[in-house]
């Protein structure tokens, strides 16, 4: 069965919001916190051990994987709870700093870009490495997981084997012929068509701006040959369920977006962090693809149900 693409406007603009350390800064500088808590007055003054509290950005992969790392915290004795739906980074990066959150899943890439707009890392390994240095004081990162949430070239199989392309080298030389359907930001971004143009020498005939994510709109663009490559994370499900080809990115034009918890470094404590860890160690970008169908696709679950779900087969929960 074929289920439409999750819109993950609300992700995309994460990436795109990089804005730097000093907007998180200034609007933790903005009057009253509406997320703050009656219990959490700051991240100083919570002793290490005290219950947790995780939060999300407001698209459901984040939502999924904040309900993973509660219960996973919770099946090793950490008391935890979940505020899902924060917003985007600006926001959330704040609610860790305050305290309202105490951690919160993130990617590692666009982390990266968000605190150095003008970070050259790009690989999994340097875009890891980079982080610790950049974010801000009082914020760490734990191991990244193997799963990925990242944009992507993505074609149908008919054009993928009219190509001959497996990758994004391979369909280089007929740029000038394809269209390709991606949210306006696209044409400027360092990883759009700059990117494309700088990394491979491919420079598109067009490119129609979508407003939906790589979600519903995007995806009948595709299949109906109306545009011959989009730009869609590759943990929508639709990739899959529509048999549609992702094509490899040797040159890493885009960045690197490894899952990661960031968390207060005075909250966690060594078995809080091991807890999150295990996760990581198992996360992968398969994973995601079924989580998000589970949730956004004909089952309809709610966030916290697959999040148990998989938690439970991963044997985490027993």
């Known amino acids: 069965m074929k289920y439409p693409v999750t819109s993950p406007i609300s992700r995309r603009s994460l ?38 509290v995780v939060g999300s950005a407001d698209f459901p992969e984040s939502q999924i994987i904040a309900e993973i790392y509660a ?50 890392e790009v690989s999994a390994e340097d875009v890891y490495k980079a982080l610790p240095a950049k974010l801000p004081e009082g914020l760490a990162v734990l191991e990244p997981a193997d799963a990925e949430s990242k944009d992507a070239m993505v074609v149908t199989k ?66 109906t040959d109306e545009v011959q490559v989009a730009d869609i994370y590759t943990t929508t499900p639709s990739i899959e369920d529509n048999d549609l080809v992702v094509l490899e990115d040797p040159k890493n034009n885009f960045k690197a977006q490894q899952v990661l918890p960031l968390y207060s470094s005075a909250k966690l404590t060594d078995e809080a962090k091991e807890a999150l860890n295990a996760v990581s160690r198992i996360l992968t970008t398969q994973d995601l693809v079924n989580l998000n169908r589970a949730v956004s696709g004909s089952q309809k679950q709610e966030a916290k149900d697959a999040a148990a779900a998989w938690l439970k087969e991963k044997e985490i929960v027993k």
Not at 192 to 214: A, I, M, Q, V, W
């Open 71 to 120: 219960g996973a915290l919770n099946a090793a004795g950490i008391t935890a709870s979940t505020k899902p739906n924060i917003g985007s980074r600006e926001i959330y990066v704040k609610a860790v700093q305050d305290g309202s959150v105490d951690l919160v899943p993130d990617y590692s890439g666009n982390l990266l870009s968000y605190v150095d707009t003008e970070a050259a």
């Open 15 to 52: 990436g795109g919001l990089a804005a730097g350390l000093g907007v998180a800064l200034a609007l933790t500088a903005c009057g009253g916190d509406p997320l703050a808590s009656p219990t959490a007055s700051g991240a100083e003054s919570a002793a290490p051990g005290a219950p947790l």
């Open 158 to 223: 008919a054009t993928a084997e009219k190509y001959q392309a497996k990758s994004i080298e391979d369909l280089a030389e007929h740029c000038p012929e394809l269209t390709m359907a991606a949210p306006a930001t696209f044409e400027t971004r360092a990883y759009g068509l700059p990117g494309l143009k700088k990394n491979y020498g491919c420079e598109l005939k067009e490119l129609k701006p979508f407003s939906d994510g790589g979600g519903p709109l995007t995806l009948q663009a595709l299949l």
